[in-house]
Nanobody, 122 residues
Framework: QVQLVESGGGLVQPGGSLTLSCAAS????????LGWFRQAPGKQRDLVAT???????NYADSVKGRFTISRDNAKNTAWLQMNSLKPEDTAVYYC????????????????WGQGTQVTVSS
């Protein structure tokens, strides 16, 4: 069974920065895509950013130029560097691992992390 462990959320002032991390543990052979989604109260869960194992990235228009996603394939870990944070970035951020294959080559599977709260407020 795979676990996605997220960390790095918290309270930050507008204009500040935070870095989220997501580490996938288990008998993993490969993860096709790692990404972050967010959900604000009363809203649907939306894409923030994704990165493939070949380091191709995709960002929501609302975060382009402010957020940077990166990953380490050997460590099955992804990071989301968030700069110039705005109050509208406030949400629970969820890590997503898609097209995951186990070391016995079973798959693909998709997993979600438990979520980490990011609050941008003065």
């Amino acid at each position: 069974q795979v676990q996605l462990v997220e960390s790095g959320g918290g309270l930050v002032q507008p204009g500040g920065s935070l870095t989220l991390s997501c580490a996938a543990s288990g008998s993993i052979f490969s993860i096709g895509s790692l990404g972050w989604f967010r959900q604000a109260p009363g809203k649907q869960r939306d894409l923030v950013a994704t990165i493939t194992s070949g380091f191709i990235t995709n960002y929501a228009d609302s975060v382009k130029g402010r957020f940077t996603i990166s990953r380490d394939n050997a460590k099955n870990t992804a990071w989301l560097q968030m700069n110039s944070l705005k109050p509208e970035d406030t949400a629970v951020y969820y890590c997503n691992a898609d097209s995951l294959y186990y070391s016995n080559y079973s798959g693909p599977y998709e997993y979600w992390g438990q979520g980490t709260q990011v609050t941008v407020s003065s």
